[in-house]
């Protein structure tokens, strides 16, 4: 089992920049594939970025390519999302979640362990 909680979410203007956290705890988290996703109001949850097991390998959504990058720190347990020159359109839930298979790294069925989600919200 892993728990995962993310935090860093919040209200910032177009063009701004925040941080997001995942922290996890119970099983080491260097033994699954790391992934933000989002969901917007009336929308499906929605892949955002990937980072394999040993952080060497990212994959990112178009929509975000160049503005966010995804990293981890296997010795804090920690993953993050840092999203720069952020848009109204990133305003979402963003959640964490963990898989223990390299496969399908961009669907949601993919992954085993999932955050409670952190608000995004980008002013315009």
């Known amino acids: 089992q892993v728990q995962l909680v993310e935090s860093g979410g919040g209200l910032v203007q177009a063009g701004g920049s925040l941080r997001l956290s995942c922290a996890a705890s119970g099983r080491t988290s260097s033994n699954y594939r790391m992934g933000w996703f989002r969901q917007a109001p009336g929308k499906e949850r929605e892949f955002v970025a990937t980072?394999?097991?040993?952080?060497?390998?990212?994959y990112y959504v178009d929509s975000v390519k160049g503005r966010f990058t995804i990293s981890r720190d296997n010795v804090k347990n920690t993953v993050y999302l840092q999203m720069n020159s952020l848009k109204p359109e990133d305003t979402a839930v963003y959640y964490c979640?963990?898989?223990?298979?390299?496969?399908?790294?961009?669907?949601?069925?993919?992954?085993?362990?999932w955050g409670q989600g952190t608000q995004v919200t980008v002013s315009s």
């Open positions: 979640a963990a898989a223990r298979t390299v496969a399908r790294a961009t669907m949601t069925e993919a992954y085993d362990y």
């Open positions: 980072i394999s097991r040993s952080g060497g390998s990212t």
